[in-house]
């Protein structure tokens, strides 16, 4: 199981990457306000779009599958088809991800710099496949070294959005250091899977994650475009100013948010994983919930409580909400969270088909409930509707996760 130097390398996993993105956000702010921030939120949201479609699918599988093998010889094996699976995942997405995301930003930031984001997305995967076979062997302090250098990656592009660099000078700067990554992981990943069978056993790895392809094509594609799309319709609906507001409430919320789905992530997958099945499974769902959703509440209060004071730190003082705006934001936030236990539980469970149906019910929804409820749009009604969409979704993902549970006792 997971030891405590595990925990403790999980925790500072969080933190680099978070603190990496706030020091970004934070000088993008400086620099053009929030207009600014929300259009590479929306550059982001392309990379995001490559890259989340083999993280979400055959790398959450590989993590699942190397905390389930029976030896070195097999978890060899699924590295090297999950590898190999991804990057063509991932391609295939990138070939289109550009038209969307300029299509989705009305035009208002060049194609070119999309295609940069998707190539940046697509490098992405290779460190990612990395993370999750070490992830899967509960070797977190490994992946805490990978970490500072993908965190300085953040804090370089930071550097440049201090220095004035245009957006498509930070692109050039995230993808030429994540091709200069990605091609040392690409080498060292090469030499570890070495030690499979790439004859006898390619079907035996291949087609279990196989089976995970299509829950990264939903989350990878589905909340990608939703945000993207989102974003585009607040920025018809309101502005583009207010949709760096949306983006600024989202990232504050984020450092609850992303710390709760990297303590079920880097934590709790690989202990469901390897006790789906069992009478420990429940126990460990319940153990999970209890780590994350009151720690959670009270930090989301927190940033609720003291929001114009959060929002200028981490932006500037442009950034101002309501307080109903803020206080849906955060509780549908928490709600997210608590799904969140339940969806980790359901890739444990292998049950992708009822994972790839949930996802229509979150950020798609909410951005169907925008599209339907547009007229007369304001920041407060925003919230309300986030939070509807995630109250549906996380009732969907604990029913079945609650159904396929008992089935597999009985």
Do not use: C
């Not at 390619?202 to 989102?230: D, H, K, Q, T």
């Amino acid at each position: 199981m997971t030891s405590a130097m595990s925990v403790l390398a999980a925790f500072a996993i969080i933190m680099i990457d978070l603190v990496g993105r706030a020091g970004l956000d934070k000088m993008l702010a400086l620099a053009g306000g929030p207009a600014t921030v929300a259009l590479w939120a929306q550059l982001q949201s392309v990379e995001e779009l490559v890259s989340t479609v083999a993280i979400a699918g055959v790398l959450q599988g590989l993590t699942v599958m190397v905390s389930q093998a029976n030896g070195a010889r097999d978890q060899y094996g699924l590295l090297r088809d999950a590898l190999r699976l991804g990057l063509v995942t991932s391609l295939v997405v990138a070939l289109f991800a550009p038209l969307v995301g300029h299509a989705l930003t009305r035009g208002k930031i060049g194609e070119d710099l999309f295609w940069l984001a998707a190539l940046a997305g697509w490098i992405t995967v290779i460190p990612a496949t990395l993370n999750a076979y070490w992830l899967g062997k509960h070797q977190q302090q490994r992946m805490f070294g990978l970490s500072l250098l993908t965190g300085a990656i953040l804090l370089l592009v930071a550097t440049g959005a201090w220095l004035g660099f245009s957006l498509r000078e930070l692109l050039l700067t995230q993808s030429l250091a994540l091709l200069l990554l990605g091609a040392a992981i690409w080498r060292y990943l090469i030499k570890l899977s070495a030690g499979s069978d790439a004859t006898s056993t390619r079907a035996e790895y291949f087609a279990p994650l196989l089976n995970f392809v299509p829950v990264g094509l939903a989350l990878g594609i589905m909340s990608p475009v939703s945000v993207l799309l989102v974003r585009g319709m607040l920025s018809q609906t309101l502005s583009w100013e207010e949709v760096g507001l949306v983006q600024a409430l989202w990232r504050s919320a984020e450092w609850v948010t992303a710390t709760s789905a990297g303590v079920l992530s880097l934590i709790f997958l690989p202990r469901f994983s390897s006790t789906y099945g069992t009478s420990q499974f429940n126990r460990e769902v319940v153990r999970a919930a209890a780590m994350v959703l009151a720690p959670s509440g009270v930090l989301l209060s927190a940033i609720f409580l003291n929001q114009h004071a959060i929002l200028t730190a981490l932006y500037d003082a442009q950034f101002m909400v309501s307080n109903k705006t803020a206080a849906l934001f955060m509780l549908g936030s928490w709600v997210r969270i608590a799904s969140w236990v339940f969806l980790f539980g359901l890739y444990a469970a292998h049950r992708t088909r009822m994972i790839i149906a949930g996802e229509v019910l979150s950020l798609p929804l909410y951005a169907l409930l925008l599209w339907i409820f547009e007229e007369g749009m304001t920041l407060e009604r925003t919230g309300l509707l986030y939070l509807a969409s995630f109250l549906v979704y996380l009732g969907f993902i604990a029913y079945t996760l609650f159904r396929s549970s008992h089935k597999q006792n009985l």
